[in-house]
């Protein structure tokens, strides 16, 4: 079991490390262990570990205690996706982020065409249009900083919009984290993340998270998590719980490396735009400065030439991996069209650069030598 001694008044920099600890006791230890068992004695609360686990229970409680909510494991992103989209009524309508995460856009598809509900795309940067999307909608599922688009929603905004007409709010925050941005205290209803990203940081574990301050809504989500059975190993939640406790260093260097490469990419001859919140000349800068802590660590960027000399420039990196995903130690690179899920608007040239802790000059020594093999 975890005990709660850590004051509440912390920063969210201090609660990645702070909680989630067992209690204060002589000679016991700092780390939760890894509790692997199937069956617990009777007379609790857990009894079987489809139930719960004392390892993800000691996750679920830093990453509540960042988000400023009660956190549910699960066994991937897109089973805590899932799970939430599961407990939407049937028939439900759903207004959703264009540019959505391209599992959670593929996984809302299915379940339209099974007539389960009816999904409505939305200009998540644009406030009208997300107005008039929430009329006779049930959710709205937005992300913000979109995936790969980068667009950024005016969270505040949203909500309200969602509130005059009585629909539920889901955010998408893999890509900004808590510590640079927190949706329930802006209103949102739920958040959900690939805790495989940025929260475990390492690119060794698949694991999911789901927020909500919303005791109702938690407990369907139990319900169904227990009943579809998409709960975390035990191993795997110990890996995030320990890549977690470095989450602040890693987002700082990230994101510091992340701007530094945004403002040298917009000037490269290869380079037709950069989409990245942190420069002033993007669309999103102005709403992301006021409603985040800092702009993040992933940016896109589009290249002269076609779909083949995007892929060039992904080939012909050393230092950088060529590789989907996003959050880990190393710095990951991508054409997103390549993935048959994502949107056909996406531009066939558009790289996704995701940041990670390397020297900042050698990052930029490999990616202009990339660039330049095509200007």
């Not at 505040?156 to 889901?170: L, T, Y």
């Not at 890549?243 to 290869?270: D, F, N, W, Y």
């Not at 992933?298 to 996003?326: N, P, Q, W």
């Not at 190393?330 to 040239?349: H, M, N, Q, S, V």
């Amino acid at each position: 079991m975890t005990s709660s001694h850590y004051r509440s008044d912390l920063s969210v920099e201090s609660l990645v490390v702070a909680s989630g600890r067992p209690p204060h006791e002589v000679d016991g230890p700092i780390n939760v262990p890894v509790v692997l068992s199937s069956t617990f004695h009777a007379g609790g609360p857990v009894a079987y570990a489809r139930t719960s686990n004392p390892t993800w229970e000691a996750l679920e409680e830093v990453v509540g205690s960042l988000e400023g909510g009660m956190a549910l494991a699960f066994a991937s992103g897109m089973a805590a996706i899932s799970t939430v989209m599961d407990i939407i009524k049937p028939g439900g309508v759903v207004a959703l982020s264009a540019h959505t995460y391209s599992g959670a856009a593929a996984r809302m598809r299915d379940l339209e065409a099974a007539g389960r509900v009816t999904a409505r795309l939305v200009q998540i940067d644009d406030p009208a249009a997300i107005e008039e999307a929430c009329v006779g909608a049930d959710v709205l599922w937005l992300e913000s900083p979109t995936n790969p688009a980068m667009e950024v929603c005016d969270i505040p905004a949203a909500v309200a919009a969602a509130k005059r007409h009585g629909v539920m709010v889901v955010c998408d925050n893999t890509f900004a984290t808590p510590l640079l941005q927190q949706p329930l205290s802006l209103g949102a209803d739920v958040v959900v993340h690939s805790a495989t990203k940025m929260l475990a940081g390492h690119s060794d574990v698949l694991m999911g998270i789901v927020v909500t301050n919303d005791d109702e809504i938690r407990t369907k989500l139990i319900r169904a998590r227990t009943l579809l059975g998409g709960i975390p190993g035990p191993f795997e939640a110990y890996l995030a719980l320990r890549g977690i406790r470095t989450l602040a260093l890693r987002v700082r260097q990230s994101q510091a490396s992340t701007s530094i490469l945004a403002e040298r990419l917009a000037a490269h001859p290869a380079v037709t735009r950069v989409r990245y919140p942190g420069l002033p000349t993007d669309p999103g800068h102005e709403v992301a400065t006021r409603q985040m802590k800092g702009y993040g660590s992933v940016l896109s960027f589009e290249t002269i030439g076609d779909a083949a000399a995007a892929e060039k420039v992904c080939d012909s990196v050393r230092l950088m991996t060529h590789a989907t995903s996003l959050g880990g130690v190393e710095t990951l690179i991508e054409r997103r069209r390549r993935w048959i899920e994502e949107r056909p608007d996406i531009p066939e040239t558009l790289i996704r650069l995701a940041v990670g802790i390397e020297d900042v000059e050698d990052l930029w020594a490999d990616l202009n030598g990339a660039l330049n093999t095509i200007v």
